[in-house]
């Protein structure tokens, strides 16, 4: 037996059983007659219920914190409908009795509200009905109803816009599994609230409906089957009926507040308290509150108007507004136009060195003032996080440390207009508006859009750029919907890519050496031995030009150690290490689908590499000479190759023999960008090789 009672007090415990029991409850109060004592106990346990609900709505900061709520408005609607029932038998059968036949709780409320007049208690009675139905619980409906429909609308953009965080590196996977899931849960939400705010208006319905039933009822069962008078059977069930109403009409009133109280709250975790956004917003100018003190003590003066309560209240608002005035904070004190005067001289006067030369900045972008704003730290710098983001997903994506980004206004630029600069000079510039929305169409859009046309920076794609209350209008015509910081970032994420090789410097091959020390001492140590610190520096610069990442440093140096003492051509050296990486350089699809040089152009080529090593035996095999006809075709042949194998959803690669890689992979970046050179000696073991045509 005590085996028993604890498995239940543990099932318990786990609240499985709270559901099921509820449930029981609720039918019992539906089909059996309940006694006084425990009408008493429900409603006064649901009127608690209806003040804590109150409290926690007030509380919470913002309407996630409370996401069991319509949850709860279902438990205590059904709850207050069943007592309802339960206190209707028990006045219907029991009334004869007195006014206590249902319970002290109703006989009290109906006592206080009526006062002596049923008319006035049954008048009173209808106008908390009339303020819950009309006024509350039709307000929140139709609030829940809008932040549903609007919530369940900027889904799609909430999704792009973690998403475009996620890819600027400002977020890591996991915060962005978190913001999902937020942002799954408000949509969930909303349309719980919206569901929740029937139930609370039609518990309203039914609680008219229920006063008339008990009334006319009630009335007629004392007078026709009881034999009491009917003034003596208006007055005892009129009073039992409005306290059986009353008792169950104000649990629910505050449960519709506190329904309206949740729908309208702004959902920011930062906002703090209640009350503190009541005194940051509301009473946040003293200048307020001295203006209307000014307004109640003109009415106050007006003769007939009762001065003493409108000049009490002007003066607690004068005190309010001169405590508001005196905390710290609200008045920032001026700048010291002295102390800025004599560092602005001091600094004139210093003479000029070294120090005062400028410095030339690896990486930075220059903006006009139109998108000054993007830079302002009291909007929270937004185009300045996102290119620190940038900078870190870069860097992790390919294996070392880039310099900072360095953001500021430039006078001399268009107002739109930004430009990307490295090492001061100028390699990219676009204009965007920073007051709209770009709108970049996908493969299938459902009509066009209104605004202004452009071009978008990275991709060179056709966009429009429109205003943001038309973002959720573009999204549902199937365009994606960027913002300008979303833009410019893309920009600098793609020129970044393209010109690593100028970004890597002496001081970053020390850092990877450092690196490779801390992964392999022994290696590390041999490396530096076998092969200098600028041979190194000339094979990183020419991998990175190629996209090939330095993240696995082990596998470089390593190949790098292997091949040093065959070669000390950078050339040759970087096609070792990229036959090393070779798994790193496709994709991990089983098939390698490509274009191969036509045999015709391939003797060619060869044939100019053979003559210009018989004049030359150091000439580079990047840069020998090709007749100016056949260089006319291979660009135009190299980029109609990509263009096909990108129309049939193929990452762009041409497949050559590892003499003329190095030369066809310069060709590609000038000539088709895009399109992946490879050798066969870096095709991976176990990769099927389909040629889908010849470039000839």
């Known amino acids: ?35 006084p004592l425990a009408l008493d106990i429900f409603f006064t346990f649901n009127i608690v219920l209806s003040l804590v609900v109150v409290l926690v709505a007030v509380g919470v900061k913002r309407p996630l914190d409370f996401a069991v709520f319509p949850t709860i408005i279902l438990v205590t609607t059904l709850m207050r409908l069943g007592l309802n029932v339960a206190s209707t038998r028990v006045v219907l059968l029991h009334g004869q009795n007195g006014p206590d036949a249902a319970g002290h709780v109703i ?40 932040s549903a429909r609007f919530t369940l609308d900027a889904l799609p953009g909430k999704q792009m816009a973690i998403d475009a965080d996620l890819n600027a590196g400002l977020i890591n996977q996991q915060q962005a599994q978190t913001r999902r899931k937020e942002v799954a849960t408000e ?97 946040a100018k003293p200048a307020v509150l001295y203006s ?13 108007m009762p001065w003493m309560p409108f000049l009490a209240f002007a003066a607690v608002l004068v005190l309010g507004g001169w405590a508001m005035a005196k905390q710290p904070g609200g008045v920032q004190p001026a700048p010291d136009n002295l102390g800025l005067l004599q560092s602005v001289t001091a600094a004139a006067v210093q003479d000029f060195g070294w120090q005062s030369l400028p410095i030339t900045e690896q990486l930075s972008v220059r903006v006009g003032y139109r998108l000054v704003s993007q830079l302002d730290p009291g909007q929270g710098a937004p185009l300045a996080t996102r290119l620190k983001g940038v900078r870190q997903s870069v860097s992790e ?58 071009i978008e920076p990275a991709y060179q794609l056709p966009v429009t750029w429109i205003d943001p209350k038309d973002k959720a209008h573009a999204l549902g015509m199937g365009y994606q919907v960027a913002d300008c910081v979303s833009i410019v970032a893309t920009h600098v994420t793609r020129v970044v890519r393209q010109h690593l090789d100028e970004l890597i ?27 200098p610190a600028q041979l190194q ?128 992979a310069r060709y590609a970046r000038l000539f088709a960008q895009g399109l992946q050179v490879l050798s066969f000696n870096e095709v991976p073991e176990g990769k099927e090789l389909k040629v889908l045509g010849t470039v000839g």
Request: proline fraction near 6%; include cysteine.
């Open 107 to 146: 006989e009290s409320f109906g006592n206080v509200v009526i006062g002596g007049n049923f008319v006035v208690g049954l008048v009173v009675f209808i106008i908390l009905m009339i303020i819950n139905f009309v006024v509350v619980t039709k307000g929140a409906e139709r609030i829940s109803e809008v």
């Open 187 to 283: 949509a969930d939400f909303y349309g719980a609230m919206d569901g929740a705010s029937k139930f609370v208006r039609g518990d309203a319905i039914a609680s008219i409906l229920i006063l008339i039933i008990n009334l006319i009822g009630g009335v007629a069962i004392g007078s026709l089957m009881h034999d009491l008078p009917l003034g003596e059977s208006f007055r005892l069930y009129a009073l039992l009926t409005i306290g059986d109403g009353l008792v169950a009409q104000i649990p629910a009133l505050l449960l519709s507040a506190a329904s309206a109280v949740i729908v309208t709250r702004i959902s920011d975790a930062d906002a703090g308290e209640f009350s503190d956004q009541v005194r940051q917003q509301l009473l």
């Open 292 to 304: 209307a003190a000014g307004v109640m003590l003109v009415l106050g003066l007006i003769p007939g």
């Open 397 to 454: 994506a390919m294996g070392f440390v880039l310099p900072p980004v360095h953001v500021r206004d430039d006078l001399t630029l268009p107002p739109n207009q930004y430009t990307i600069l490295i090492n001061d000079s100028i390699v990219a510039k676009a204009e965007v508006h920073a007051d709209k929305l770009m709108a970049i169409p996908s493969p299938h859009v459902y009509g066009q859009l209104d605004g202004i046309p452009g």
């Open 537 to 664: 520096h000339a094979v990183f610069k020419q991998l990175l030009r190629e996209g090939v990442a330095l993240k696995d440093i082990v596998q470089i140096a390593t190949a790098l150690l292997d091949s040093i003492d065959t070669t000390k051509d950078p050339i040759l050296l970087t096609a070792e290490v990229r036959c090393a990486l070779r798994r790193q350089l496709v994709s991990t699809a089983p098939e390698i689908k490509a274009f191969t040089l036509g045999t015709e152009l391939e003797q060619l080529l060869l044939g100019a590499l053979s003559s210009a090593r018989h004049t030359n035996k150091k000439v580079p095999l990047d840069n020998y000479p090709v007749d100016p006809s056949l260089l006319g075709q291979l660009q135009e042949h190299m980029a109609h190759a990509r263009d096909l194998m990108k129309q049939q959803a193929t990452a762009p690669i041409l497949l050559v023999t590892p003499q003329l890689r190095p030369l066809l």
């Open 505 to 531: 410097r002496h001081d970053d091959v020390h850092a990877l050496h450092e690196r490779l020390n801390a992964l392999s001492p022994k290696l590390a140590a041999a490396l530096e031995k076998a092969c």
């Open 1 to 35: 037996m005590k085996h028993y009672v604890t498995e239940l007090r543990q099932a318990l415990s786990r609240h499985q059983w709270a559901v099921p029991v509820f449930l029981l409850a609720l039918l019992a109060m539906v089909m059996l007659p309940l006694p």
